[in-house]
């Protein structure tokens, strides 16, 4: 099956190892790339002392190139969204990380669960507030800092009409709303879909389907669970 990845090239290319694992082609469209922030991140660690979290592995990356400014938090606690992400905090050096299996909004009952107080979310630009929302609601005492943005790439419309047309996929991954939209927005992209009836749209959650536009609702399929592993499953 032929597959369209429309993540960022880092976060693209281990998707696309993964679907060629399964016996899958990949076809990457990087539709945004990130920009770190990574001062704005350790002046964050410097000026707090209590547990962290993270909802995308860009935060990870970020930190990254803190260096040796980093190994002094790195006992400290974080939660994380997936268990994907919590690996690559593990990799980084974090000793004590734990993973909720779905949203963030089930990563926030976690961490009220577990009586984390004086959080720091590092959080990326632009987000879904579904765990600040939650966090709040369960009066958590948390603060956040922007460590990295999404920035839109805009693909030649040419050399996407071509990819759909002489390389059409079986199937196109979403994993942000942002992309999704992106995606849509390309000229002649929806007029194109429609032409492939077979064509699979894939999210990752309810959220990431609402840029899906309406003509193409019958394409879609939604990852029973808000993680890789599960959205792979569908294909």
């Known amino acids: 099956m032929r597959v369209l990845v429309t993540r960022p090239a880092h976060s693209g290319e281990r998707t696309a190892q993964r679907l060629r694992a399964l016996g899958h082609e990949p076809l990457l469209l990087p539709l945004s790339r990130p920009v770190h922030d990574a001062a704005a991140a350790g002046q964050a660690l410097e000026t707090t002392n209590g547990p962290v979290a993270i909802t995308s592995a860009e935060a990870v990356r970020t930190l990254q190139f803190l260096g040796d400014a980093l190994t002094s938090h790195l006992s400290r606690k974080l939660f994380a969204v997936g268990e994907a992400t919590a690996d690559e905090a593990r990799e980084l050096g974090f000793h004590s990380v734990t993973a909720s299996s779905g949203s963030g909004r ?45 920035e839109p790439i805009a693909p030649d419309p040419g050399v996407v009409a071509t990819l759909l047309t002489e390389n059409m996929p079986d199937a196109v991954l979403f994993y942000s709303r942002q992309t999704a939209g992106n995606f849509f927005h390309i000229s002649r992209v929806e007029s194109l879909l429609l032409q492939r009836p077979k064509i699979r749209l894939i999210c990752l959650s309810n959220t990431v389907a609402e840029a899906v536009p309406p003509d193409l609702k019958g394409a879609l399929e939604i990852s029973p669970m808000p993680d890789e592993k599960s959205l792979l499953s569908l294909l």
């Open 106 to 150: 089930e990563l926030a009952e976690l961490i009220a669960a577990n009586d984390a107080d004086g959080l720091l979310y590092l959080a990326g630009s632009p987000r879904a507030e579904t765990f600040e929302t939650r966090l709040t609601e369960l009066g958590q005492n948390f603060s956040v800092t922007e460590c990295y943005r999404m």
